[in-house]
Every structure is written in C-alpha cells, then in structure tokens.
C-alpha cells in the first residue's frame, strides 16, 4: 500500500469537539513522501511535515470526482478524529499531532 500512495496527493481530513461539543473539520494537504522508513504527509515549506502511521493505511481513500473539487484536487483522503481521552484517561498511547 505505501507503494501505491508515495508520491500522490493526500487530503487529511481531521475532526474533533470544541470543549462546547461544536464539530470542527480541518483539511490539510500534501504530498506523500518516504524518509527514514516513515510516510510522511509533506505540506510544503511553511509546514512541518505530519507522521502518516502504518496502521492507518487501510484507511486510505480514492477521491471521487464529485470530491475533488472539496478536497483541494487531492487523489487519496484519510480522515482522523483528533482528541485525547475522555476523563482521566492515559495519555500515554496519544500521539500528539503538529498540523497547526
């Protein structure tokens, strides 16, 4: 699967909850790069590059016709939901993400 993806575009689709449990979607795109046997989301200059995890190839997505035109003319999509735990939960196993 990294194989198919390298080097194509890649909306990353993100959602998570206000503290007032308002919806908030983000997009972020790039391109999908190789360095030190990771795949990385590579946004450009004036971004650091975003960690894709193996686990979450499965995910991957074509984009249809009908979603180029909101996804930024991407070829592929992965949408993640971004938070940590509810309550008092380990912090341990999150990733913390550095798409701002």
């Not at 194509?8 to 972020?28: E, P, S, W």
């Not at 996804?71 to 949408?79: N, R």
Request: aromatic share 6%.
């Amino acid at each position: 699967m990294q194989e198919a993806i390298y080097g194509r575009k890649l909306a990353l689709v993100t959602r998570h909850k206000t503290a007032i449990g308002a919806d908030v979607v983000q997009l972020h795109c790039g391109i999908v790069a190789f360095t030190q046997c990771e795949l990385l989301l590579d946004r450009g200059q004036c971004k650091r590059p975003f960690r894709l995890r193996s686990e979450w190839m499965s995910r991957v997505e074509p984009v249809g016709r009908d979603q180029k035109d909101w996804l930024a003319d991407a070829d592929l999509m992965l949408s993640l939901t971004v938070g940590g735990p509810p309550g008092n939960a380990d912090l341990s196993e999150q990733e913390f993400s550095v798409l701002l």
